[in-house]
């Protein structure tokens, strides 16, 4: 079969490997379509440690091509998207229900060969049946959407909630989208490029700020009265935008830290927590449970996903697609696999 070959940053390589083969409780899944995101552009670039040579890829969807010995929850041909986190199962953090914190797990393209490759074997388990009417292009996306549901959930936004959610990336689209079914009411977004702002606008954002021509804090506590946000959520991963989310929270609110930021955040105040009682939340990947109601709700319209996929690609373009999204981070793209 065809993969994307990574053998040492920038080094990627299409190239014939040996097909691989399902085992007991496990399937070959036909990849249809795989996502270019943020994690498989920092892997491509040397950013994260990896084991070389590594096929890579994270996100992705496909029909079922053969089932191994034991297979029952799906059969060849079913169209599904795949749970992207593996995991041990029989650590304490597995069966406490948190097996997105194993540390024996891990994540396809980047301590497992990943989907950027024609085919790919993932354990039934992993597996999640899609309709007909979601494309596999829009697939690869929920993965991601899970992400954000399984973060939400730390924060539960009730209706009425004024939310605030900084950063219009892919993820902070998302999660706007996502807090809007819910019930926020204002939901403010901010971003630094009007056409997200646009998006967001179309996604239910009651209103947005544009970070470039207005103070995002001082135009939050216009739109809340003096309070500051109920919940703010943090999509960008940086420390200014980290900072800024203590200082437009409310006494009493609820930070989610979605973004990530390796960098420490200089300047903020932890005397916060005791004078606001806040309460600041992280959130890391996703497990299985979070698929199926989004699936639900992709497949209904609550969730559009049709103006994230902005571009697409063959397997043989991979290496451009991803010196492109390298040196524009700030567009989203979706690889496919078309016959070729």
Request: aromatic share 10%; hydrophobic share 35%; glycine share 12%.
């Given at each position: 079969m065809k993969a994307a070959v990574l053998y040492a940053p920038f080094d990627l390589r299409i190239e014939e490997v040996e097909k691989p083969k399902p085992e007991s409780e496990e399937v070959l899944l036909k990849v249809r379509a795989s996502?270019?995101?943020?994690?498989?552009?920092?892997?491509?670039a040397g950013k994260q440690k990896v084991t070389y040579p590594l096929i890579i890829g994270h996100e992705f969807a496909g029909q079922i091509a053969e089932v191994g010995e034991g297979v029952t929850r799906v059969k060849t041909g079913d169209r599904v998207v795949s749970d992207a986190v593996f995991s041990c199962g029989k650590?304490?953090?597995?069966?406490?229900?948190?097996?997105?914190?194993?540390?024996?797990g891990g994540i396809y393209?980047?301590?497992?060969?990943?989907?950027?490759?024609e085919y790919i074997v993932v354990p039934?388990?992993?597996?999640?049946?899609?309709?007909?009417n979601i494309p596999f292009e829009e697939a690869t996306i929920i993965e991601m959407l899970a992400t954000i549901y399984r973060g939400q959930k730390w924060i539960?936004?009730?209706p009425g909630e004024s939310v605030l959610i900084i950063g219009q990336g892919a993820a902070g689209l998302l999660n706007t989208q996502l807090a809007k079914v819910s019930g926020a009411t204002p939901l403010i977004v901010s971003d630094f490029f009007q056409w997200k702002l646009e998006l967001a606008k179309k996604f239910g954002a009651d209103y947005i700020i544009d970070a470039k021509k207005e103070n995002v804090l001082k135009k939050t506590m216009e739109l809340t009265e003096g309070c500051g946000a109920d919940i703010v959520i943090e999509a960008v991963g940086n420390?200014?935008?980290?900072?800024?989310?203590?200082?437009?929270?409310?006494?009493?609110?609820?930070?989610?830290?979605?973004g990530i930021t390796t960098k420490p955040v200089d300047g903020l105040?932890?005397?916060?927590?005791?004078?606001?009682?806040?309460?600041?939340?992280?959130?890391?990947?996703?497990?299985?449970d979070e698929f199926k109601p989004l699936i639900k709700l992709v497949a209904s319209g609550a969730i559009n996903l049709t103006p994230l996929n902005m571009d697409q690609y063959t397997l043989d373009q991979l290496k451009s697609a991803l010196d492109l999204h390298y040196k524009n981070p700030a567009s989203f793209k979706v690889l496919t696999f078309p016959k070729n």
């Open positions: 996502g270019i995101r943020g994690t498989d552009v920092s892997i491509y650590c304490y953090l597995c069966q406490k229900g948190r097996r997105n914190l194993c540390v024996e393209g980047r301590e497992k060969d990943g989907s950027y490759a039934e388990i992993a597996c999640f049946k899609i309709p007909d539960p936004i009730n420390p200014d935008t980290v900072k800024l989310s203590f200082e437009a929270v409310r006494p009493g609110g609820k930070i989610l830290l979605f105040n932890s005397s916060l927590f005791y004078f606001k009682e806040i309460t600041a939340i992280g959130t890391r990947g996703l497990v299985g």
